[in-house]
């Protein structure tokens, strides 16, 4: 069983149908990219992954357990957004050090350049 599974997903806005029937799987540790055109509906899929936007059809599934209706703090799930959403006077390993320090994660076990911002 894949650790994302995204089943015929759908979005719509409206009369607009931004993502239709959208299906993919994801090993755990696997790297993928989405690439596609603008307004093709890559980014509304993460946000639905995410919990940001409600799938008009379809299912997530993470680690086995579906989570199509669970609100985005009950994922587990992080995301960077294209218009960053990243602190200006932090570096890019205390950006992402600041996630997993709130996310309550051990120093230990933080990438060592991520690490440092714990203090």
Do not use: H
């Not at 009369?15 to 299906?23: E, S, Y």
């Not at 409600?54 to 299912?59: D, F, K, L, Q």
């Not at 006077?89 to 060592?112: D, H, I, S, Y």
């Amino acid at each position: 069983m894949s650790y994302l599974e995204i089943q015929r997903l759908e979005k719509s806005f409206g009369a607009n149908r931004v993502v239709k029937d959208f299906n993919l799987s994801i090993e755990k540790g696997e790297f993928i990219s989405l690439l596609g055109p603008s307004g093709c509906g890559k980014t509304t899929v993460l946000r639905m992954v995410a919990g940001f936007e409600t799938p008009s059809g379809g299912a997530i599934a993470i680690d086995g357990q579906d989570v199509t209706t669970l609100r985005p703090n009950q994922r587990n799930i992080g995301m960077v957004f294209q218009s960053y959403a990243l602190f200006p006077n932090l570096t890019v390993a205390q950006n992402v050090g600041f996630g997993l320090k709130v996310a309550g994660k051990p120093r230990a076990e933080a990438p060592p350049p991520c690490a440092r911002c714990w203090s």
